[in-house]
C-alpha cells in the first residue's frame, strides 16, 4: 500500500475546511494513519519547500506556510499519491478540475489549501520531515 504526505495549509485550516479535506480523501478510499496540527516556522516551511528555493514565489510561499497553524496527515491506500493529486487538482485554483478541492475551496495560485506529495520520493521525504516513526498507525 502506498503512503502519502498531504496538508491542509494555514488558509484551509482558516477556512474550517479540516474536516472536510479529510472526508473527502477517506470517501475516496484513503486510510488516515498518522495526523497532527502543526505551527511551522519559516526556517521549517522552508526546509519543506527546499526544492522550491530560488523560485519567485519560494518567499511568498514559506511565509504563508509559516503564517499559522497547518493539519499534516499521513494517507494510505492504492496509488495514494495520484489519487491524493486528482482530488486536489491542478495547483492554480481557477484551472483544477470541476469538484476537486482546490477548485471548490482554493483563494488563489498560493492559497490552494492544501498539498500532495508528488512522487514516492518527495512522499518518503515529506512524511519523515513531519512524523515519527511511532506516530504512524501500523
Ligand atoms: N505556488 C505559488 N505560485 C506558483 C506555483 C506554486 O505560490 O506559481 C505555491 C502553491 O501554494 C503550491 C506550492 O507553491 O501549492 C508548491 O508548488 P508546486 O509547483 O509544487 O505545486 P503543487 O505540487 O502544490 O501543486
Ligand atoms: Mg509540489
Redesign the pocket.
Known amino acids: 500500500m502506498e503512503k502519502t504526505l498531504s496538508i491542509v495549509?494555514p488558509d484551509g485550516v482558516e477556512k474550517r475546511l479540516v474536516g472536510e479535506v479529510i472526508k473527502r480523501f477517506e470517501d475516496n478510499g484513503l486510510k488516515v494513519i498518522g495526523l497532527k496540527m502543526v505551527a511551522m516556522s519559516k526556517r521549517e516551511a522552508e526546509g519543506f519547500?527546499a526544492v522550491?528555493r530560488g523560485?519567485?514565489?519560494f518567499e511568498?510561499?514559506t511565509t504563508?506556510m509559516s503564517s499559522g497553524p497547518a493539519v499534516v496527515m499521513v494517507l494510505e491506500g492504492d496509488n495514494a499519491i495520484e489519487r491524493v493529486r486528482d482530488l486536489?487538482g491542478?495547483?492554480d485554483p481557477q484551472e483544477a478540475a470541476k469538484g476537486t478541492l482546490r477548485r471548490q475551496f482554493g483563494s488563489n495560485?498560493?492559497?490552494?489549501v492544501v498539498?500532495?506529495s508528488?512522487g514516492p520520493d518527495t512522499a518518503g521525504f515529506e512524511i519523515g520531515y513531519f512524523f515519527h516513526a511511532l506516530e504512524i498507525a501500523r
Open positions: 495549509k519547500y522550491h523560485k519567485s514565489f511568498s510561499l504563508f486536489m491542478a495547483t495560485i498560493e492559497r490552494n498539498h500532495g508528488d
